[in-house]
């Protein structure tokens, strides 16, 4: 595991259908400081899929393959993971990792990789695993990439930690806390809400 440690390029090659799950080990991993290419987020308007495509094959570290029914009948994945096999599997600097997100046999050229088990949903550990971090490794990663970032965050009683709006992605700066009392419960609820879109979010305190 320890040479996934060092890993920091991830090409996430995935169905369109399986895209809401990549999207959250994608965060997660990113949130460890880890550059992830994944196609919704790193083609830019004008630009050629197919090329974007082949420089991210050639540049990243680690190719991951979430594999699926979906995937299988995919053929824009088919040619992703085809490409991805002969570049990958014999260079010494660089893995291909299988994520199976249900039973679908695994193609038969990788069938004897060991491959991360994500048929229960569990997102935290895929990231865990692609990352090779077991414990809290993943969270000191996380805490060490905000610290390089300077990013600014607030704790918001009744909601918890924020560093941006869920809704719009606003700074924490636009958001504010609020506190209300209900005198016939005799409870207290506090939270807090966007001045620029309007979220607001809360819960007993």
């Not at 320890?2 to 999207?23: P, T």
């Amino acid at each position: 595991m320890a040479k996934l440690i060092e890993l920091h390029d991830y090409f996430l090659s995935h169905a369109g259908r399986d895209k809401d799950l990549v999207k959250e080990v994608a965060k997660r991993v990113m949130l460890a400081g880890r550059d992830v290419f994944l196609d919704e987020w790193s083609i830019d308007f004008g630009e050629s899929i197919p090329g974007a495509i082949e420089k991210a094959l050639r540049d990243s570290e680690a190719f991951v393959l979430f594999w699926s029914a979906h995937a299988l009948s995919s053929s824009w994945t088919v040619k992703e993971y085809r490409s991805a096999v002969s570049r990958f599997l014999d260079d010494d600097d660089r893995v291909l990792l299988v994520v199976r997100l249900d039973d679908t046999d695994v193609p038969e050229l990788i069938r004897d990789m060991k491959w991360i088990d994500a048929r229960n949903g569990d997102v935290d550990g895929v990231a865990n695993a692609l990352m090779g971090m077991r414990g809290n490794d993943r969270l000191l990663a996380m805490q060490t990439t905000l610290d390089e970032l300077g990013i600014q965050m607030e704790y918001f009683p009744g909601y918890g930690v924020l560093l941006a709006c869920p809704r719009c992605g606003a700074p924490v700066d636009k958001l504010k806390g609020w506190s209300q009392v209900d005198e016939v419960r005799d409870d207290t609820y506090a939270g807090a809400r966007c001045s620029e879109c309007g979220w607001n979010d809360g819960g007993e305190i």
